[in-house]
T-cell receptor, first 111, second 111 residues
Framework: DAGVIQSPRHEVTEMGQEVTLRCKPI?????LFWYRQTMMRGLELLIY????????DSGMPEDRFSAKMPNASFSTLKIQPSEPRDSAVYFC?????????FGNGTRLTVT | DAKTTQPTSMDCAEGRAANLPCNHS???????VYWYRQIHSQGPQYIIH???NNETNEMASLIITEDRKSSTLILPHATLRDTAVYYC????????????FGQGTTLQVKP
């Protein structure tokens, strides 16, 4: 079991650029979650999917953020255009309705 | 889901038991108590969960009071690698695993 795989581990980009974060959930898991962590706000749930369908996106900060899950083994979180306040660690997690399994995150820095 | 309250920080001597308390006085009958931890620079890691009865696994023990208004996570023989932020979360059985994280307890295990 390779666990939840996120890429890239680190991303540095300039303000205004598009950023795409990727996640491969654990095989067989039907729930996928995107979280964001900052010092100020802690861990925040952005969006989650069930069977590739977005169920709750109420945590998505604004229209600049979008998430997709085209199939059961892949999801993306896109920020366009990026802003310095988007700098954070973004975590993906998956489950089959039980405890969540988290990836090791993508550290995003927007300059 | 019920709000939980945890101390901001705790210390523990290496080799001793670490007892991490959590208050959840408004927990409802169908809400489980979940514990996760986050070691620096890693994604949160599931530890244990329970409803009414005490639970034990290879990582820890969970003691839930009879009135279910509080619980204690016990790491029986803390090591330096147990230094982490520990999160206590109340989660309804009908919930899909959508975890809402608080600030947690920072446990420092000292030699």
């Amino acid at each position: 079991d390779a666990g939840v795989i996120q890429s890239p581990r680190h991303e540095v980009t300039e303000m205004g650029q598009e950023v795409t974060l990727r996640c491969k959930p654990i095989s067989g898991h039907d729930y996928l979650f995107w979280y964001r962590q900052t010092m100020m706000r802690g861990l925040e749930l952005l969006i989650y999917f069930n069977n590739n369908v977005p169920i709750d996106d109420s945590g998505m900060p604004e229209d600049r953020f979008s998430a997709k899950m085209p199939n059961a083994s892949f999801s993306t979180l896109k920020i366009q255009p990026s802003e310095p306040r988007d700098s954070a660690v973004y975590f993906c997690a998956s489950s089959f309705g039980g405890p969540l399994h988290f990836g090791n995150g993508t550290r995003l820095t927007v300059t | 889901d019920a709000k939980t309250t945890q101390p901001t920080s705790m210390d523990c001597a290496e080799g001793r038991a670490a007892n991490l308390p959590c208050n959840h006085s408004t927990i409802s009958g169908n809400e489980y108590v979940y514990w996760y931890r986050q070691i620096h620079s890693q994604g949160p890691q599931y530890i244990i969960h329970g409803l009414k009865n005490n639970e034990t696994n290879e990582m820890a023990s969970l003691i839930i009071t009879e009135d279910r208004k509080s619980s204690t996570l016990i790491l029986p023989h803390a090591t330096l690698r147990d230094t982490a932020v520990y999160y206590c979360i109340a989660l309804g059985s009908s919930n899909t695993g959508k975890l809402i994280f608080g600030q947690g307890t920072t446990l420092q295990v000292k030699p």
